[in-house]
């Protein structure tokens, strides 16, 4: 008598984004084959959660936050190359909720980098500092989880670049980011709005004003309301 069969996974935490945002990923976790998760690389489980607190404000280069963090102490962590693809329903259930479906490949091109993943962001809640929550698993194969997404009726809206130069600060992720038509930015994410202000004052940043918008509200505005989807935002190649 052979083997029996491996049961299906139910993560609770990825269930409740169908709960909120009237979605579908709850298919993914409630009804696909462990055998086929592990396939396509979510074998890190998908318990995840946590509420994402961080502030994001634009600056003119990077230069002086950089000098600012090395003579803080802070360590340096990576510099990578993501490819960001934004994912909703046809009636885009998910944007006018308030919610985001995101996978994100990484090209590492210095340092000890994060993985790919799949990150689901629940709507944000008010305040200077950006507070939302946040689920999120590793996976191994960006496409073929994309391929999963799209077999269950998801769609591309937008897919962007960004350069992104990681640092540990006490106790918050300091991130230098480039993004396509947007230019530089600085990202402080920490567990307490006093570490991220704290943080922010160390880093000579206190005069400077905190962009409530995503990175994908941003590209948006700038984008072509005609564009067909999925509107994609990329670095010019070197010439």
Not at 70 to 83: M, N, P
Request: glycine share 8%; hydrophobic share 40%; net charge negative.
């Amino acid at each position: 008598m052979g083997p029996k069969p491996r049961p299906t996974v139910l993560a609770p935490s990825f269930a409740l984004v169908g709960n909120r945002c009237h979605s579908l990923v709850a298919t993914v976790v409630c009804v696909v084959p462990q055998v086929y998760l592990e396939a396509i690389g979510l074998t890190e489980g998908l318990s995840y959660v946590a509420i994402e607190l961080e502030i994001k404000i634009r600056v003119e280069s990077h230069e002086s936050i950089r000098a600012a963090l090395r003579d803080a102490g802070a360590e340096y962590v990576s510099h990578v190359l993501e490819t960001n693809r934004l994912l909703d329903l046809p009636d885009g259930a998910l944007l006018k909720a308030g919610c985001g479906l995101r996978v994100r490949s990484v090209d590492v091109l210095d340092g000890d980098g994060p993985k790919t993943t799949l990150t689901y962001k629940g709507p944000r809640e008010a305040g200077p500092v950006k507070r939302r929550e946040e689920l999120e698993v590793a996976v191994e194969d960006a496409a073929a989880m994309t391929s999963v997404l799209k077999a269950l009726g998801y769609g591309e809206r937008i897919v962007f670049e960004k350069r992104r130069e990681s640092w540990r600060m006490d106790d918050c992720r300091v991130e230098l980011d480039e993004v396509p038509l947007l230019g530089t930015f600085v990202e402080i994410e920490g567990p307490t709005e006093a570490s991220i202000e704290a943080v922010r004052q160390r880093l000579g940043l206190a005069g400077h004003a905190i962009e409530p918008r995503t990175y994908v509200a941003l590209l948006t505005e700038r984008g072509d309301d005609d564009a067909a989807d999925p509107r994609v935002f990329r670095f010019e190649s070197p010439s």
